[in-house]
């Protein structure tokens, strides 16, 4: 839409084949957003806010649309290159966490540069960990940490190839009231500090109140919601 | 960093692949065990088969490097003559011609009498040692005696026998021969050859130093008596020796399919624990694939395990199978050391490999299933 816009989505539809039935998961969705800015993209469940979202990641392709990382087409990217580009410009996180069972908290941070011969990698995980609080915690294992740590520890490992744009799929679902509020705050300082995009999607109204911007995503369709405080009340909490 | 560490930070691969492993012990364990078993069942079979040819030649002998010939009764010859001897000896090269005039006599020994087999030899030294007193280059008088016939008429060097009629000093007990000969000569008396009252021999037998010689001594001696009719029969061992090498060969073959089967079924047992594990790790793949980890690597990573189960399995297959060999070489052969032959090294190595080989080419289907699902299929709830 603008051109400052880092990630982009322009008259992106996501069509489904279900049996002789055809899924619209997205219809017409356009969407943009600002470096620095976070975005909350609420809506019930079987809306198509995860799909949304896996177009959003590079993870998966529009049926129709076009799909822009930093004013650059990426639609149509073979596999290597989308995971290219993830690798460089997206960090995500998710409601389970995912980190892997076996590796350490520090490896865990390092596993997106793990393949790819990068000698400052450990001390910048070192340094991701020490900022989101666990730089006690470096060599624990994640059954030794507890769900916030294990979401901030996913948060760094987010955070360690320096993206542009942070993606969130329910970072607070798994967590308490007063964990998730942490979490969020993390982002809001990540958001400032690095001029990083988030886009989190949520069911939680306590996410509103950090975010810039909500928008609604119900049946596929993408409705613009305006400053979130301005319409706690019609939702209420 | 230790030495191992560097490693895995070189081969990250190596590293997941490590963990991942540890994950499920017992599993990998039993993976890995399939591999252990495999590669013994290679190894200890190809050295079992190394052990048996090593046994067969021991038993052999020299039998590969003498000749025997004989005159051919069906044309009619009966004997061979003075000349055929000396036109034996002008076509060999190298060896010892050694003619024979063969008959049975009673052999009487104070009240002990047997019926033994009597060899004429004019210079036994050429094949036979002896245990007690000599076994002459030259046998003039005096009679050389087997070593059964010895242990069982209790015969010294020195004692008398007489055979039919003649009466012979013994001058010396021949070694006991082991191995299989043209002319056994455990059982019988070696007399000195002018005793016979004959003219002509029995056999000729012609010892070489070596079978090459031997054969090349049997086409000579052929080209020379059997040109105008068929005057002898060349019998020759060699052969028998070759086919016998060719026969362990095809054993060891055989040995080392069979032990390929439990290789094979340890590579099923492998793809199967790595398409399990794989399943399991769907999710955790797929965040790593997710996160900007490249198809590539990730089937790297999970071709390293197989790669690790077949290298650790190889490895402890590797140690039982020398152990084995020298079980085995101790009480078959009494040398041990027979293990490290380097045939035997060469089928402990072979069969390392053909273990890691298998583990990585059982990982291949899980690995590409694996890298080639879609992250947003495995990340789904």
Redesign the interface.
Known sequence: MTATSIIELEGVWKRYQSGTETLEALKDVNFAAEPGEFVAIMGPSGSGKSTML?VL?L??VPSEGVVRLDGSDVTDLS??EM??Q???AI??I?Q?F?L????SAI?NVE??T??GRDPTARDRGVELLERVGLGERIEHRPDQLSGGQKQRVAIA??LI?EPRILLADEPTGNLDRKTGRDVLELFTELKVEEDVAVIAVTHDDQLRQYADRVVNLVDGVLTEEGRPDELTEEFGT | MSALERLYRRI??L??AR??L??NRLRSGLAALGIIIGVLAIASLGMFGTTLRTGATEQLGDIGNEIQITPNAEEGFERLTDRDVADIRRVTDEGTVVPIRQRTATLTRGEDRTIATVYGIENPGALYEASDGQAPERLRQGALVGSSLAERLELQVGNRITLDNESFRVVGILEQQDGISLLNPNGAVIVPIESFDESGYSQVVVRSPSGTAANETAVAVREELNDREEKVTIFELGSITEGINQFFGILNAFLIGIGSISLVVAGVAILNVMLMSTIERR??IG?????????L?VV?MILAEAGLLGFVGGFFGAILAVLAGLVLNQVVLSDPLLTFAPVNLMYIGLAVVFGIVTSVLSGLYPAWKAASE???ES?R?
């Open positions: 896996n990641g993870l998966d596999d290597e995971t290219t993830r690798k460089d960090g995500f998710f389970d995912f892997i069972p076996t590796l490896e596993v997106p793990l393949f490992r987010a190839n | 990250p691969a590293l997941m963990r991942n540890s994950r999710q955790e965040v790593l694939r997710a996160v900007g980890v490249q198809k690597d790297k879609r992250p947003v990340l709830k």
